[in-house]
């Protein structure tokens, strides 16, 4: 029986990088070494997307198909965006993805 490749989303608090998957290691990104070792085994898994917080700002990055995304928060943000969080739907053959505004 062969087995299905399903998409895997992984969640974690940290953003595996902030801007460019080689750029330095600071406060709000993993070190090289993990972040290059997490980024092969996404590829070797099936990952299709990362989501992440801590940097109470929007940045969405993708590599290669795995989507990267550290979203908004609903307490403070350090960007204009609005407060608020992101829903996904995922179906056999989309993935989709849109921010939801908390009112003011």
Do not use: C
Not at 48 to 75: M, P, R, W
């Amino acid at each position: 029986m062969a087995s299905l490749k399903r998409p895997v989303f992984v969640i974690g608090h940290y953003p595996l990088y902030t801007v460019t998957s080689n750029e330095e290691e600071g406060y709000f990104n993993l070190p090289i070494p993990k972040r290059q070792e997490l980024l092969s085994l996404f590829e070797e898994n099936n990952v299709v997307a990362y989501l992440s917080g801590h940097t109470h700002k929007t940045v969405i990055n993708n590599f290669g198909k795995i989507q990267l995304v550290s979203g908004e928060t609903t307490s403070k943000n350090f960007d204009e965006n609005s407060l608020g969080f992101r829903v996904w739907k995922v179906s056999a053959d989309t993935i989709q993805q849109h921010f939801v505004a908390l009112e003011p």
